[in-house]
C-alpha cells in the first residue's frame, strides 16, 4: 500500500531534553510552512492518500499546529500524532474547539512517548515532571474515548523494566504498546544508555513473550533483528513518505535528522520547496533502487555482518550517521562501524540528491 | 477538627475548570469530577475546613447552606468511599 499515508516532521521544536533523543539539535529551530504543507497535501490528493502522521521535534509546538491540523481536515485525511505530552493541556483545548468538530472526527488517536514503569526511571531519561504530564494526557484521553498508543525506546536504564512498562500500559487501559530499540548518538553513550547486541537480542526476546502473554497489543518498531539480508521495511515499499521540517523528503523517519550525523544530507532525497512531490516521488524510487543495489552486492559478496541484521542501524551506517562511533573503539557497535565504513556506504549519485 | 487530603498516587488534570479527571495509581482507575466536584475537591486541596468549602459552594453557585451543605456531605462520602479523599480527625 504505497502512499497510504504521510508522516511529517512538523517542526524541530522541542520543550524537552531527552537523553536518549536521536534528533539533531544544534539546527536552527524552524517549522514546515502552512503554504508548503497545503501544497504538499493538495499533490498526494493523486495518490489517494489516506492518513498523516506527524511526528517531529514535538509536532504540536509547531506554531500553526491548529492550521495544519484544519487542513489535513479540510483534505478529508485521518491523522495522528506522537507527543511527549508536556503541553498537552492546551492542544487538548484546541482539538476540542467545537467550532472545529473536524479536529476531533479525523483523530485516529495519539501516541505517547513512556521511557520508565515509573516516575524515577522515565524522568530521568525525559526530565523531571514529565511522568506525570504523561499520566495526565493519558487520563484525558482515556476518558474521552481517543485511541492511545505508547512508544517506548529500549535503554540501559529501563532495561530491567522492559515488562512493568507492558504492565502500566495494560493497567492503564492503553490500546497498543511499541518497543523500540534505541539508536545510538554521542549524548547516549556517554549517558551509557546504549545496549549491546546481545541486549537488543533480549529485548526483542522478552517482547516476544509479552506479546503471547499479554491482551495488549504489543509490537517492535522497526530496526529489531530481522533473519532476512534482504527484508524491505515499510519505508522501502514506501507506505509511508516522510517530509522533514524544511520540507525535504527524506530516506526515511528513523534516520532524519539524525544528531552528530556526519553527512546530514545523504538521505535526503528531493527538496519540495523546489520540486513538486512526484518529482520527489522518482528521487525518492531512485534511492530505494540504489540502496537496494548496494545491498544486493553486499549479500553477493558475502559482506553483510551479524550487526546488520538490525535493519536500521544499517541504514545509519549507509548513510553515514554514525561514523563518530570511531570514538568508542572498545563497543561492539563502534567495531562493526569501524570494519564496514567503506564497504557499507551509499556511494552512488541519485538524480535530484546532492553528491555525498 | 476534620480535616481531609488527596493521597500522592491520585493525579488530578483540571480541564479548564469546570471539570477534572482523576486517575487513581494504586488501581489506575479514572474518574471524572464535574463543576461542583471539582470546586469541592479544589477545597480539599488547599486544605480548606468542610465549613469554608461550603461557604465557597454558597458563593459560587449562590445557594443556600442546606443546600451546599448536603451536595459538599454527599460528594466527600463520594470521594472518601473512593479512597481518592482520606478524613482526619485532630
Ligand atoms: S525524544 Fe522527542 S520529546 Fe525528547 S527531546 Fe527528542 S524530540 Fe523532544
Ligand atoms: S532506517 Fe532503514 S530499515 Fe529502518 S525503517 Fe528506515 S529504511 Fe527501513
Known amino acids: 500500500m504505497s502512499f497510504y499515508e504521510m508522516s511529517f516532521e512538523l517542526t524541530n521544536k522541542c520543550n524537552l531534553n531527552c ?17 508548503l504543507f497545503d501544497s ?40 495522528h500524532f506522537v507527543t511527549n505530552a508536556w503541553n498537552f493541556l492546551s492542544v487538548w483545548k484546541m482539538l476540542n474547539d467545537p467550532a472545529h468538530p473536524g479536529r476531533m472526527h479525523k483523530l485516529s488517536g495519539i501516541s505517547i512517548s513512556l521511557d520508565g514503569a515509573n516516575e524515577t526511571t522515565h524522568d530521568f531519561i525525559r526530565g523531571k515532571g514529565s511522568f506525570k504530564k504523561i499520566l495526565q494526557a493519558i487520563s484525558i484521553l482515556r476518558v474521552k474515548g481517543v485511541d492511545i498508543s505508547v512508544q517506548i525506546t529500549v535503554n540501559k536504564k529501563n532495561f530491567g ?15 497498543r504498546l511499541f518497543y523500540a530499540h534505541l539508536e545510538p548518538t554521542t549524548l547516549a553513550f556517554a549517558q551509557d544508555l546504549v545496549l549491546s547486541p546481545q541486549q537488543y537480542r533480549e529485548a526483542e526476546a522478552r517482547v516476544e513473550k509479552l506479546k503471547k502473554a499479554m491482551k495488549i497489543e504489543i509490537n517492535f518498531s522497526l530496526g529489531h533483528h530481522e533473519q532476512l539480508p534482504f527484508f524491505q521495511c515499510r519505508a522501502l515499499t514506501m507506505y509511508s513518505p516522510n517530509i522533514d521540517y524544511k520540507g525535504r523528503l527524506s530516506f526515511c523517519c528513523q534516520i532524519s535528522g539524525y544528531r552528530d ?22 528521487a525518492w524510487a531512485d534511492a530505494i533502487h540504489t540502496f537496494n543495489l548496494d545491498k544486493i552486492e553486499l549479500i553477493k559478496n558475502n559482506q553483510l555482518t551479524e550487526l546488520d541484521a538490525f535493519s536500521c542501524y544499517y541504514c545509519s551506517k549507509y548513510f553515514g550517521k554514525i561514523d563518530w562511533m570511531e570514538k568508542f573503539p572498545d563497543n561492539p ?7 564496514t565504513r567503506h564497504t557499507h556506504r551509499m556511494k552512488r549519485h541519485v538524480p535530484g540528491r546532492k553528491k555525498p | 477538627m476534620i480535616t481531609y487530603s488527596i493521597p500522592e498516587d491520585i493525579i488530578v ?6 471539570e477534572a479527571i482523576l486517575l487513581d495509581m494504586r488501581n489506575k482507575r479514572y474518574y471524572s469530577l464535574n463543576e461542583t466536584g471539582l470546586v469541592i475537591f479544589k477545597g480539599i486541596e488547599a486544605n480548606l475546613s468542610q465549613d469554608k ?38
Open chain 1, 261 to 282: 550525523a556526519d553527512d546530514e544530507g545523504l538521505d535526503v532525497v528531493a527538496d519540495l520547496n523546489t520540486v513538486s512531490l512526484f518529482d520527489a516521488h522518482k
Open chain 1, 161 to 175: 523494566e522492559i515488562e512493568q512498562m507492558a504492565m502500566l500500559a495494560s493497567e492503564l487501559g492503553l490500546k
Open chain 1, 333 to 339: 557497535w563502534a567495531q562493526d562501524v569501524l570494519k
Open chain 2, 53 to 90: 468549602i461550603i461557604e465557597t459552594i454558597m458563593t459560587v453557585y449562590e445557594v443556600d447552606k442546606e443546600k451546599a451543605d448536603s451536595s459538599v456531605n454527599g460528594i466527600i462520602q463520594k470521594l472518601l468511599s473512593l479512597n481518592i479523599v482520606e478524613k482526619h480527625e485532630t
Open chain 1, 40 to 79: 504538499i497535501l493538495k499533490q498526494a490528493k493523486a495518490y489517494s492518500l489516506q492518513h498523516v502522521a506527524f511526528t517531529g521535534g514535538e509536532p504540536t509546538l509547531h506554531p500553526q499546529f491548529d492550521r495544519i491540523v484544519d487542513t489535513v481536515v479540510a483534505y478529508d485525511y485521518t491523522y
Open chain 1, 19 to 35: 537523553l536518549h533523543c536521536l534528533r539533531d539539535k544544534s539546527d536552527m529551530r524552524s517549522s514546515i510552512s502552512t503554504g
Open chain 2, 13 to 18: 488534570t483540571d480541564l479548564d475548570n469546570n
